[in-house]
C-alpha cells in the first residue's frame, strides 16, 4: 500500500490493515509479517492499573508465527507424508525448518528460496537417518531449481551447524533405478526392452562396483556415472535386441531425465571394459570394439577382480614396466691412501697447516734414516 513503507521480512509494499483481538494492526499480505502492532492489556492488574502493554511485550509475542512460516511448516508436514516417512522424521524436519527460519537472511529471503527449504530440511533429515532419497527427486516433486536447491542446501547445512553424512552408494542405485519405467510392459515400453527389476539391479550395483574401483565415481556427481552403469547393464542383459537403442532413448523410454556428464561417464566405462577384456586371450582376439564388448560383459563382472588388478594395478596395460637400473657396487673399503691435495682440502686455520706441515716433515726425516747394520 503506498506510503507505508515495506516489510522488514520479504520487502514486499503490500500491506494492509488488519484487526486482532479488536486492535489494528499492518500486516504484510505476501508472507504475514507484522509490520506494526497495536496495544492491549493483558492481565488483570494492568488493565486495573489502566496500563497499555503492546504486543511484543505481551504473553502473545512467543505464539507469533507468520503466515508464510505456517505454510512452510505445513508444506513440511506435506512433503513429509508424500514421501511416506516416519513420524520422527517429520518432527525433525519440522524442527530444522524452524531453526532456520530464525535467522533474518532466510526470513528476509525471496518465496522461491523459502519453498527450496521446505525440501533442504526434509533432505537433510533423511540423509542423517540414511534414508534413500536423492536431491533431483525432491526438485521434482517441488518442481524446484536444481541449482538453486543446491546452493541452499549448502547454506542450511553450514547456517545450522549440521553434520550430514553422504548417501550410501548402494542405496542410491536401489532408489534410483526403482524409478524407471522399464520394469513392466506398457504401451510406451516394447516387450523387449522390459527387464526384470532384480536382475537389473544386480548387474548395475556391479559396474557401479567397477565404476567406484576404477575412480570413476570419486569427486563426481554419482546419478550420470548411475544412469551409463544402468544403461550398459540393460543392454547386456539383452544385447540382441537393446544395442541398437541409444543413451537418450533409453531413459526416454524409463521416463528420466539424462544428466548431461551421463554420455562421457559411459565412454570412460566402455573404455574401462575393453581395457579388462584385453586380459583374457579368449577376447583379445575378437579384436573389440565399445559396441560388441556389452555382449561380454557379464563373463567380464565374473572375473572383475583379477582382471581390474591386471589391467590397471599392475600397469601391464598402459606400457611395459620400466627396468631399474643397477646401482654401480661401491669397492670403498676406507683402508684407501688420501692425496695431499685432497687434505689441503680439508684444512681450515694456520694451525692445522703447519701441524700437517710438521707432520709431513717428520714422515720424511723417518723415510731417509738408513737403518741400523
Same mark, same amino acid.
Given at each position: 500500500?503506498? $506510503? ?16 486482532? %483481538? ?12 507484522? #509490520?506494526?502492532?497495536? *496495544? !492491549? ?6 488493565? $486495573? ?26 508444506? *513440511? ?19 530444522? %525448518?524452524?531453526?532456520?527460519? &530464525?535467522?533474518? $537472511? ?6 522461491? +528460496?523459502?519453498? #527450496? @527449504? ?12 540414511? /534414508? ?20 541452499? %542446501?549448502?547454506?542450511?547445512? +553450514? ?13 542410491? *542405485? ?18 523387449? %526392452? ?20 576404477? /575412480?570413476? *565415481?570419486?569427486? &563426481?556427481?554419482?546419478?550420470? #556415472? ?7 547393464? /540393460? ?7 537393446? @544395442? ?20 562421457? =561417464?559411459?565412454?570412460? !566405462? ?11 586371450? /579368449? @577376447? ?10 556389452? +555382449? ?16 590397471? =594395478? ?7 614396466? =620400466? ?10 673399503? $676406507? ?11 680439508? !684444512? ?26
Amino acid at each position: 500500500m503506498p $506510503g507505508r513503507g515495506r516489510c522488514p521480512d520479504c520487502g514486499s509494499t503490500e500491506l494492509v490493515e488488519d484487526s486482532h %483481538y479488536s486492535q489494528s494492526q499492518l500486516v504484510c499480505s505476501d508472507c504475514g509479517c507484522v #509490520v506494526t502492532e497495536g *496495544v !492491549l492489556t493483558t492481565t488483570f492488574s494492568d488493565e $486495573g492499573n489502566l496500563r497499555e502493554v503492546t504486543y511484543s511485550r505481551s504473553t502473545g509475542e512467543n505464539e507469533q508465527v507468520s503466515r508464510s512460516q505456517q505454510r512452510g511448516l505445513r508444506r *513440511v508436514r506435506d512433503l513429509c507424508r508424500v514421501l511416506q516417512l516416519p513420524p520422527t522424521f517429520e518432527d525433525t524436519a519440522v524442527a530444522y %525448518y524452524q531453526q532456520a527460519y &530464525r535467522h533474518s $537472511g532466510i526470513r528476509a529471503a525471496r518465496l522461491q +528460496k523459502k519453498e #527450496v @527449504l521446505v525440501g533442504c530440511c526434509v533432505l537433510i533429515t533423511c540423509r542423517q537417518h540414511n /534414508w534413500p532419497l536423492t536431491m533431483g527427486a525432491i526438485c521434482t516433486l517441488l518442481y524446484a531449481d536444481l541449482d538453486v536447491f543446491s546452493s541452499t %542446501y549448502m547454506q542450511i547445512v +553450514k547456517l545450522l551447524g549440521l553434520d550430514v553424512p553422504s548417501l550410501c552408494l548402494a542405496e542410491l *542405485v536401489k532408489t534410483y533405478c526403482s524409478s524407471f519405467k522399464l520394469f513392466q510392459a506398457s504401451p510406451s515400453v516394447p516387450a523387449k %526392452y522390459v527387464e526384470d527389476k532384480e536382475k537389473m539391479l544386480s548387474r548395475t550395483m556391479q559396474l557401479v562396483e567397477l565404476a567406484n574401483e576404477t /575412480w570413476l *565415481v570419486t569427486g &563426481r556427481h554419482p546419478l550420470p #556415472v548411475i544412469t551409463a552403469a544402468t544403461f550398459l547393464a /540393460w543392454q547386456s542383459l539383452q544385447p540382441a535386441d537393446r @544395442l541398437s537403442c541409444s543413451l537418450a532413448r533409453f531413459c526416454k523410454l524409463a521416463n528420466v531425465d539424462l544428466p548431461y556428464p551421463a554420455s562421457s =561417464r559411459l565412454q570412460e !566405462l566402455l573404455a574401462v571394459l575393453l581395457r579388462m577384456a584385453e586380459q583374457l586371450a /579368449w @577376447l583379445r582376439v575378437l579384436r573389440l570394439d565399445k559396441r560388441s564388448v556389452v +555382449k561380454h560383459i557379464g563373463d567380464l563382472l565374473q572375473h572383475r577382480q583379477s582382471l581390474v588388478r591386471s589391467a590397471f =594395478r599392475d600397469g601391464t596395460a598402459e606400457s611395459p614396466k =620400466r627396468i631399474c637400473p643397477v646401482p654401480p657396487v661401491s669397492t670403498v673399503t $676406507g683402508d684407501e691412501n688420501i692425496s695431499d691435495s685432497e687434505i689441503e682440502q680439508y !684444512l681450515r686455520t694456520p694451525q692445522e697447516v703447519r701441524d700437517f706441515q710438521r707432520a709431513q716433515a717428520a714422515r720424511q726425516a723417518a723415510t731417509s734414516v738408513p737403518n741400523p747394520p
